[in-house]
Nanobody, 121 residues
Framework: QVQLVESGGGLVQAGGSLRLSCAAS????????MRWYRQAPGKERALVAS???????NYADSVQGRFTISRDNAKNTVYLQMNSLKPEDTAVYYC???????????????WGQGTQVTVSS
C-alpha cells in the first residue's frame, strides 16, 4: 500500500506565497517522476510542474518564473513553492507520483487527495 499526503494549501492575498508538500509512504521502493497538477472550478485538471529523478524540471508557461518544484528523495517528498500568487492560481492542487513498489518491477501512478489554494485579489 502507498499513501500520498498533501499539505500546505490555504488562503493568501495576491502577491503572496505558499508552499505545498506531498509525501509518499508505505511500500515505496523507488520514486520516479513527481508532478503537480491543478484543477480550477469548471476547468480540466492541468499539469503545473514536474520533476524527474535526475532533478530535471518543467513548468507550465503560466507559472514559469513564479513556482519552483523540488524533491527530497530521502523523504519521498515533493514540494511546490509558489510565489507572486495571482487570483487565477486559485485551484485544487494535486500531486501525482510514479512509484515502484517493493516486490514489483512495475511503476504505478498515485494521486494525492488534493489541497485547496485560494488567492484573493
Amino acid at each position: 500500500q502507498v499513501q500520498l499526503v498533501e499539505s500546505g494549501g490555504g488562503l493568501v492575498q495576491a502577491g503572496g506565497s505558499l508552499r505545498l508538500s506531498c509525501a509518499a509512504s508505505g511500500t515505496v521502493s523507488s520514486v520516479k517522476t513527481m508532478r503537480w497538477y491543478r484543477q480550477a472550478p469548471g476547468k480540466e485538471r492541468a499539469l503545473v510542474a514536474s520533476i524527474i529523478s535526475g532533478d530535471s524540471t518543467n513548468y507550465a508557461d503560466s507559472v514559469q518564473g513564479r513556482f519552483t518544484i523540488s524533491r527530497d528523495n530521502a523523504k519521498n517528498t515533493v514540494y511546490l513553492q509558489m510565489n507572486s500568487l495571482k487570483p487565477e492560481d486559485t485551484a485544487v492542487y494535486y500531486c501525482n507520483v510514479l512509484i515502484q513498489v517493493y516486490g514489483s518491477s512495475v511503476t504505478y501512478q498515485y494521486w494525492g487527495q488534493g489541497t485547496q489554494v485560494t488567492v484573493s485579489s
